[in-house]
């Protein structure tokens, strides 16, 4: 039997999901906590083989939740179950070491199969969450500027000559020049009107 512990804070999910997960033959539900720390207790007291977890709950939410519930015990899975679906949710999720992430839209043979997959060590995920995921991949992430190199293109977007940008700033014009090649290095373009086209594509500016 793979037993699992229910995470939510609306009694009427969690008996839902209770119902659905008792009517299938290898599947038991040994508990259910409505918050992210009652959550956490339950999960290193009964040992389950799955946490089925939700992620926004009040006292903590479910990304905190996993995490703790996964630095505490290698042997319990952790696979969360929202109505979220924003890139932030997913990736904090993954992040934090969750097996899977499903919706609640899910069909009770979708989760059931969920269920008995990530016990078996798998990761599964939604298809609109796996595409939100191949999409982060293939995104890179915008390069990083540092404060002042940001704040030298901001000047140069406004118009500024290198000699103003130094006044504006109390620094030397030659310092300017070391801040612009620095940012036209991290952002791969040759010259101020494309570090600043650049920047502002990727919202730095």
Do not use: C, W
């Amino acid at each position: 039997m793979i037993r699992i512990l229910l995470v939510d804070d609306h009694p009427v999910v969690r008996m839902g999901l209770r119902g659905m997960l008792d009517a299938e033959p290898d599947l038991t539900v040994i508990g259910e906590a409505s918050s992210g720390v009652e959550g956490v207790e339950l999960a290193l007291a009964e040992r389950p083989d799955i946490v089925l977890m939700d992620l926004r709950m009040p006292g903590g939410d479910g990304v905190d939740a996993t995490a703790r519930i996964l630095s505490s015990s290698s042997g319990i899975r952790v696979m969360v179950l929202t109505t979220y679906e924003s890139d932030r949710d997913i990736l904090r999720a993954i992040e934090a070491g969750a097996s899977g992430y499903l919706l609640k839209d899910a069909s009770p043979a979708e989760l059931a199969d969920a269920v008995r997959a990530a016990a078996r060590g798998e990761t599964v995920l939604a298809p609109s969450v796996a595409s939100t995921l191949v999409r982060q991949v293939r995104s890179p992430a915008p390069p990083a500027l540092s404060a002042r190199e940001t704040e030298v293109l901001r000047l140069v977007a406004a118009g500024l000559t290198n000699a103003d940008i130094g006044k504006r700033l109390f620094i030397s014009e030659a310092t300017v020049k070391t801040h612009l090649l620095r940012a036209f290095n991290k952002l791969d373009v040759a010259d101020r009107t494309a570090a600043v086209t650049t920047a502002m594509r990727h919202g730095l500016l």
